[in-house]
Structures are given as C-alpha cells and as structure tokens.
C-alpha cells in the first residue's frame, strides 16, 4: 500500500504520516516513509534520534546520481532533463532505519539561488513508481506543504492521498484544490483527516466543507503534540488519545482501499 | 521599501502579511502585495470580497505572456527558459485594489502533473527586481511555506525577510534554512516574529532559539483569528489586540530599515 499524506502548510501532515508509519510498523508492516518536503522534517517526528538523523543522506545529495540519472544538474533551473531517470538499483543504502521505520529523505535546498527541487522531484516520482510492494509492505510520502508536487506528480503511483485539514476555510480550499489536481493525475482514493479538533461543531464544519471527499478520522486538538516539536521528540510518545485516533484512521483506510486494490 | 513574509507552512505567514499591508496602508503607504504562493490565500487575509477576488488574473494565467517572455510554456516541466524575462510593460491592470491594498497574485498549478511553477517564479522575480518604488510605496510579498522559494531566489531583490515561527523546533529550523539560504542571495536584514505565543516563557523560547536573528514583535494567541479564516474574513477585522501588535512590528522594522536603506 502506498499512501501520500497532503495538505496545506502546518495543518499536520508530518506528525499524522510520522504516526501513521509508526502505528503500521507496530502491527508488523515493513514501513518505507518517505521525506519529500524541502523543508523536511520527518525524521523528528518519528522519533529518529539525532545520532542517525545526522547519517541520513538525501537524495538531493546524491546528486553525481541524479545528474547521471536525469542528465540534469540538481539545482539549476530551466534546464532539459530525463522525466524518466533509471532507479531500479537504488540500493537500500540510502534508508535510515529506527523503531522498524525505514527512512528515505528527498532533501533540501543547499544553496540560496541553486535553482528549484525538478530533478530531485522527477527521480523520487521515478524511485517512488518503481518500488514494488508486497502485501505487508507499506510506503508513506510525506508531501510538501501546498500543490506545486501535483502539478510535478510527484506522488502519481500511490493507492491512496490522505489530505490534511483543520477546521478553517483555507485548509480546505487547499483540499479542494488537491481533489481536482490529484484526479487529474489518476489518483482516485482521496480522503480527509480532521486535524486539531476542539468540539463537535468543529467535525461538522469539516464533514460538511468536505463535500464528497470521505473524512476517515479526526484528531483531537493536544497540547502535548505541540509539546512535542518544541521538544523535539515524536509526538507518537507524547500523546495516547491522538495515537489511538490514528490507528482508528489506520483502520477505516484499510477497509475502504481493500475493497478498491 | 521591500518585504518578504516567509517561514515554515502554517505559521501564519499570510495572516501578518495581509494585516501588516492594512496597516502600512492605514498610515497612508501606497501598498502592492503580492501572493508568490502557488496556493494562494493572501487575498481572503486582506478581506477582499469574493466579486473582486473572482476577477483576479493571476500571472500563471498570463500564459501567452510568461510563454512569450521566458520562452517556455508554463507548466512544463524539463525545459529551457529565459531567466530574466522583460517585466517592464506589464501593466497595473493585472493587480485588483481593495482598502487601499494592491494585489497582485503569482497563480497556482491548473491541472494536475501539468508540471513546476519555475516559469512564474523567474517571471515574478523579474517583475519584482524590476519595480521601482517611491518612498510612501511598499511592496509586501507573502511568500511560498518553506524553502524552495530560496532555491529559486524569487525574493531576491527584497530589503527585508521577515521570518514568522511559532514557539516549536520545526518552524525554528525552517527559520535556520532561510537565515543560511537568504544570506547566499544577498538578504542581509533577516528579522523573526513569533506568532500563537501564549506565555511569556514561549517568547523566552523564541528569543533563545533565534541566536543572532532579531526577534522583532510578537503575535499572540488569539481565537478570532482562527474564526477569521473559518469564517473567510480577513483578521484585520478579528483582533483588535493583534493588530495593534502588527502595528509595533512595523514600527520595528522601519527604525531598523532605517539605519540601513
């Protein structure tokens, strides 16, 4: 199964696919999740240590590859370059593993006016279409805030994109804007997470701004998950009431992608 | 006098960036901001009302324009394009006004797997490099959530990064990216303000963790600004205590400005 957790900037995809990875890890799964926001932050979130975090080297780093692969410069715009690079022998190295979470980070912007992140975009789409899962193997892509990856299709083979949203109109219209786009590229299993939810009128606000998209879990609003990034720690191990909420979403996402993969 | 509104994704970058030009305006400034993020919302935190909002022309949308200009189709991705594209006869009638706020709005991706938005970001880089700003005029630029903006130096041609974090480590290390990546481009006044504070202890957090970045005001808490964007106003409106908290913010900044335009 492979899932691209979406959304509009802050709304909370990092905590929820960093959870999400853990939850599907603690029932067994081979867990690949994948870091593909420039500004990343995964690692923190699924409590990866510090030690390991500093031996992680992105893809963009890898960047004698990714010129090779997609004859372009990593960094520099405006340039031709392979929409297809060849992936098939990345080897496993480039992974990060902790708590049975295997990590892979797309990586950063090295350099004030390097260029944009295209070359780097098209191998992960590239890397991420290649990969064949098994039946207990499951791949989690941490998206980058916004919508500029649907119009680079960045996460164009997965089962399933889960939209991040938190009771305002603007995280909304950032669903509203993914729903179109993410059809667009063929993904058909779109559906909402409520996040930071104080009352019932605030899941009724969602339900119904939600339209025809299918809200499959809601996450209460938790001081200790704020706690958590302050600490820098996963909120995985900070709160029990949000983590037991995941693994309900974790639950109504199986039963709805079994009946369609 | 030129401002870029950056930080991690979901900060409350377009809410101080939309507050901060009713305020500049208010003090009579003749005020354009623009809205360089590909998920635009920039003009609901103004308050623009939906009938101007409707008649927006967004510079992606200029396709013929950016096309002719940059020499590639928008929306493609792995092309060559022109990187300094003439800017100099494009016209006032692309912005829309309201409040005494010009608005000028960078566009968003139209069509899922169309491709990046690097033909915009080198077409809007060259328009703002190239205006030439009078003494009461302010350009205000509510940027793109993390970093890639910095990859492409859109901002390039600003005077001031005003980074917005809130008390947590992550919005911190994406002020980090952008202080590093903002001085390769040549931004040398970079300046934090702490958003959602609720204690005196977070802003001692937000001050210690900002090392040699200027903290320059402080934005608290504040419920009605949530209801702004559930309702879909602008939080200009919403919060009497934040807008005056705006208004020292601008305060700071001139006398810092000062010293060094």
Do not use: W
């Not at 590859?65 to 960094?75: D, F, M, V, W």
Request: net charge neutral; with cysteine.
């Amino acid at each position: 199964m492979r899932i691209a957790v979406t959304g509009k900037g802050g709304v909370g995809k990092t905590t929820l696919a960093g959870v999400l990875a853990r939850t599907y890890a603690d029932d067994g799964y081979k867990v690949l999740a994948v870091d593909a926001d420039p500004d990343p932050n995964l690692a923190s979130a699924l409590g990866f240590p510090d030690e390991i975090v500093e031996k992680i080297v992105p893809l963009s780093q890898m960047r004698d590859l990714i010129a090779q692969r997609t004859e372009a410069i990593p960094g520099m715009v405006g340039q031709m370059f392979r929409l297809n690079p060849r992936v098939d022998d990345i080897p496993e190295k480039y992974c990060v593993t902790h708590n049975n979470v295997k990590l892979l980070v797309m990586g950063t912007v090295k350099e004030g006016g390097s260029g944009c992140t295209c070359p780097e975009h098209a191998f992960l789409k590239a890397l991420m279409s290649h990969l064949i899962l098994k039946a207990n193997e499951v791949l989690i892509l941490d998206m980058e805030a916004g919508i500029e990856h649907l119009g680079r299709a960045t996460a164009k083979s997965v089962d399933a994109f889960l939209v991040v949203v938190e009771p305002g109109k603007r995280s909304i219209q950032t669903l509203k804007s993914i729903k179109k786009l993410a059809r667009d590229i063929g993904i058909k299993n779109i559906f909402a997470v409520g996040n930071k939810i104080k009352s019932s009128d605030e899941k009724a606000f969602i339900i119904d701004s939600c339209d025809d998209i299918p809200v499959i879990g809601f996450l209460s609003y938790d001081e200790n998950f704020i706690y958590a990034d302050r600490l820098g720690v996963s909120p995985y191990e900070q709160s029990n009431k949000n983590v037991h909420e995941v693994k309900m979403i974790k639950e109504g996402l199986e039963s709805r992608l079994k009946s369609t993969l």
